[in-house]
């Protein structure tokens, strides 16, 4: 028998700033006029299908946003001058521990991920844990929008072992910093952060079985160009690749199936014994295609998209705390997760819900209540 390990707290931290759609039509006009001929349109526009019934079941769920020079982005939360990832992760950080009621001396083991860092390299992780106060070991983790799945799924493993008894995972999103705002993959993204503490459970809680596999096939479907930004400093850009779409319609589906049912059936349960799904939701119509391609009711997940857009590998993270907070998720539930990361892996975890406590919720997170849940 698994010794039960999972979730104990989870906490989440957004900037200040909420950006909406009129910000990019006041400050970049002739960018949204000529949006259908700029980035974002090219990696989701519809990809020929050859009669696939996965990829067609992709273009019908982005269908209703093609006239949409945002692609349904609404909202998105972006970075002032005075936050980084950093002060967002140690403020994520910080709400896990005191919602778990625990001290930073009694975390041995941080995980982090970064979508990016201050620095091109290393990772945060040895900074936050300085700024904690940690006294522990600090690893920064990387799976791109897969990486909060893959830490848990680490951390649950390591303190089975014996290793390690709490492990925090922080996870933050700081597109913002990363995407020129004269490129229109901008409209997708806003920043955010999570974090959450590992440890033993009661009895038949915590993590029941997960299925990751890589995603090599998206590869080049994003990628990161070195530039110099104005003021002669080295900057990471996020651009899209030539046959990003076609990338993702040709796997997006089938990963989902593949992962979420080998997840299932190792956890030795059934697709409709799972109380709820949490996804990844980095565009408006992701929680679609996630809900169709498994035939499940799109009342058994949320959909933060219009509020937050894509916030990387804090997405799974602030949808389990939001479908916590508005009590989707109740202890003893059976939930899954899925994810999606392009260029790193996909992965599916069922577990059985623990008495998580929740931390503070930021000021400019939205109670979700006017938000649709499932599909938009």
Request: proline share 4%; net charge negative.
């Amino acid at each position: 028998m698994k010794i039960p390990v999972g979730i104990k707290s989870i906490a989440v931290s957004f900037p200040k700033t909420i950006r909406t759609n009129n910000y990019f039509r006041q400050n970049y006009p002739e960018l949204v006029e000529k949006a259908e001929h700029k980035s974002l349109a090219r990696a989701f526009s519809p990809a020929e299908s050859l009669n696939n019934k996965d990829v067609d079941l992709w273009a019908k769920a982005m269908n209703p946003y093609l006239s949409d020079p945002f692609r349904g982005a609404v909202e998105r939360r972006v970075l002032g001058l005075d936050e980084s990832s950093l002060t967002l992760e140690y403020d994520a950080a910080m709400k896990a521990l005191e919602a778990a009621k625990l001290f930073p001396e009694d975390i041995d083991l941080m995980l982090v991920t970064s979508m990016f860092p201050e620095q091109i390299v290393p990772g945060n992780a040895a900074f936050l844990a300085g700024k904690l106060g940690l006294q522990g070991a600090a690893w920064n983790l990387d799976s791109t929008c897969t990486s909060s799945l893959v830490a848990l799924q680490t951390a649950c493993s390591l303190v089975r072992t014996g290793e390690y008894c709490n492990v925090l995972v922080v996870a933050s999103s700081a597109f913002s910093r990363f995407i020129d705002e004269n490129d229109t993959l901008s409209f997708l993204v806003g920043d955010g952060a999570g974090a959450f503490v590992v440890g033993k459970l009661k009895t038949n809680q915590g993590i029941l079985s997960s299925k990751i596999i890589h995603s090599s096939e998206t590869c080049h479907a994003f990628f990161n160009e070195l530039a110099v930004d104005s003021h002669g400093n080295p900057r990471m850009f996020i651009r899209a690749g030539n046959k990003a779409n076609k990338m993702f319609s040709d796997v997006f589906v089938k990963f989902c199936r593949l992962c979420c049912e080998d997840a299932i059936a190792h956890a030795g349960v059934t697709l409709d014994e799972i109380d709820f799904f949490v996804f990844n939701t980095n565009t408006a119509w992701y929680s679609s295609v996630y809900t169709q391609a498994l035939g499940i009711d799109p009342e058994r997940t949320i959909n933060p998209n219009p509020v937050y857009g894509n916030i990387g590998a804090a997405s799974p993270i602030v949808n389990l705390y939001h479908a916590s907070q508005l009590s989707k998720i109740r202890e003893n539930d059976l939930v899954l997760i899925y994810t999606f990361g392009g260029t790193s892996t996909a992965g599916a975890i069922v577990m059985r819900w623990g008495d998580v406590a929740l931390g503070l919720t930021p000021a400019s997170s939205p109670m979700l209540i006017n938000v649709s849940v499932g599909a938009s």
